[in-house]
């Protein structure tokens, strides 16, 4: 399971909301393993005067907070981070100065998924990569 959230400057985000939903996906995807079906993402577009960040950032700064339940390698995780920064940088041309992303993990008893806790519900895909 996962849930991501994206936030960045109203200006600069809504004209990409889709590629970049199609990016972070295709990460997931070839990353995590994670189903191509699984999209779960929403959009934070702010005003300029409701996103304060630090200096070296440009108005394309984005913040990708991505929650899904543990048991994901090191190795897997950093792999979707790698591939986050490159295709980001490549298809959007966003620097990866850019862009910050968080991961947060938590077990799958502390989720509650189609009236089920996590830790019962029956996936159709491994979380353990």
Not at 57 to 74: D, K, L, N, P, Q
Not at 84 to 101: A, G, H, K, W
Request: charged share 30%; aromatic share 10%; net charge negative.
């Amino acid at each position: 399971m996962g849930q991501i959230k994206i936030y960045g400057v109203k200006d600069n985000l809504d004209p990409i909301k889709e590629t970049l939903s199609s990016i972070i996906h295709s990460c997931m995807v070839d990353a995590l393993e994670y189903p191509t079906d699984k999209k779960f993402h929403r959009f934070f577009p702010l005003d300029k005067s409701d996103f304060y960040f630090a200096d070296g950032r440009t108005e394309a700064y984005t913040i990708i907070e991505i929650s899904m339940f543990e048991g994901r390698t090191v190795e897997a995780k950093k792999q979707l981070i790698k591939l986050l920064f490159e295709r980001i940088n490549t298809e959007l041309e966003i620097s990866p100065q850019d862009v910050e992303i968080t991961i947060f993990e938590t077990p799958k008893h502390n989720w509650g998924i189609r009236g089920l806790p996590g830790d019962e519900l029956v996936l159709n895909y491994n979380i353990n990569v």
